[in-house]
């Protein structure tokens, strides 16, 4: 089979398409034939060695988010058979490589997958796990402040992936949202759910002051400038204490699977309820290519790869 790997650590280039040994699925495990797998932000990381937890020595497969059917069962395995579709994510956090879903076909726990619902297609499927598991995690932080019906809460990035779940999840909860945009993206937003979108070129410290920011890209200090004092940040990767901290909570979001939480999250989207884009689809087999369009920015939407 057809797989991607990163033969060195660097830009796209050390990303290489290479024959692989199909695997086999073992106790509790499935076999899934990748149909879709959903290009991250934290894919180019891994190549580049910036990543917790330290660089992952080369070789390994980057991808966290694949789409497709399941092709063989491994012993124990109770709720997923031969020919379901479905969806998941690798915690590549804990596979480091090992596997990635860069791959027509990948091992990987019957735990990580969730059934894909028929009105659903591989390459939309494909964008939800990591970025809207992301988003519910983060905002059940900012949930442990009580805040008050009806608070303020500002997402930045919310025409990406992460930011954009936020956003609808947040006036799903009852915030009232301020969303931070990219220009040409605020139909978009707006359709969100979002009752106020603020430009990307917008002084943050003049907004608000809101109770809550959901800081997607991370921003850092020039997001915090809009919380109150006593207010919470959540952030998605580290970033530096505000200072002043005037008695704000700040929160970091790292990704942790939960099955019972991204099989709801995949029928709401399913349903309509929650909205996704995709910018562009590509081969696997030019996923060099897709890393250089992501780094290159200006996409309205995820890069998905698709395979078989």
């Known amino acids: 089979m057809l797989g991607v790997v990163a033969a060195a650590l660097g830009g796209p280039e050390v990303l290489q398409v290479t024959e692989l040994p199909e695997p086999e699925a073992g106790p509790g495990q499935v076999v899934v034939r990748t149909r879709a797998v959903c290009v991250h932000p934290a894919d180019i990381a891994a190549t580049t060695g910036e990543i917790p937890r330290g660089p992952v020595a080369p070789p390994f497969s980057p991808g966290w988010d694949i789409a497709g059917e399941v092709v063989s069962v491994g012993s124990g395995t109770a709720d997923l058979r031969v020919g379901d579709r479905v969806v998941g994510m690798i915690p590549w956090y804990l596979t480091r490589g090992t596997p990635g879903g860069y791959a027509e076909f990948v091992a990987v726990?019957?735990?990580?997958?969730?059934?894909?619902?028929?009105?659903?297609?591989?390459?939309?499927?494909?964008?939800?796990?990591?970025?809207?598991?992301?988003?519910?995690?983060?905002?059940s932080l900012v949930s442990?402040?009580?805040?008050?019906?009806g608070s303020s809460i500002l997402v930045t990035g919310a025409s990406g992936g992460v930011g954009g779940f936020a956003a609808q999840l947040a006036a799903q909860d009852g915030y009232r949202v301020l969303a931070q945009a990219g220009h040409g993206d605020e139909e978009w937003v707006h359709g969100l759910g979002a009752h106020e979108v603020i430009p990307r070129s917008a002084d943050l410290a003049t907004v608000g002051p809101v109770a809550a920011v959901f800081d997607a890209v991370p921003v850092g200090e020039a997001a915090a400038a809009a919380v109150e004092d006593r207010g919470v940040v959540v952030t998605t990767r580290p970033t530096p204490a505000i200072v002043p901290d005037r008695g704000v909570r700040q929160e970091l979001q790292l990704i942790r699977l939960d099955r019972e939480l991204l099989a709801r999250l995949v029928e709401q989207v399913a349903a309509g309820r929650l909205l996704t884009r995709v910018a562009a689809t590509m081969p696997l087999t030019e996923a060099a290519d897709a890393h250089r369009r992501v780094l290159a920015g200006g996409l309205r939407g995820k890069l998905v790869l698709t395979a078989g």
């Open 109 to 139: 726990d019957a735990d990580w997958m969730v059934p894909l619902p028929d009105g659903l297609d591989f390459v939309s499927a494909a964008t939800v796990p990591l970025n809207a598991q992301t988003a519910q995690q983060g905002l």
């Open 144 to 149: 442990l402040a009580m805040l008050p019906a």
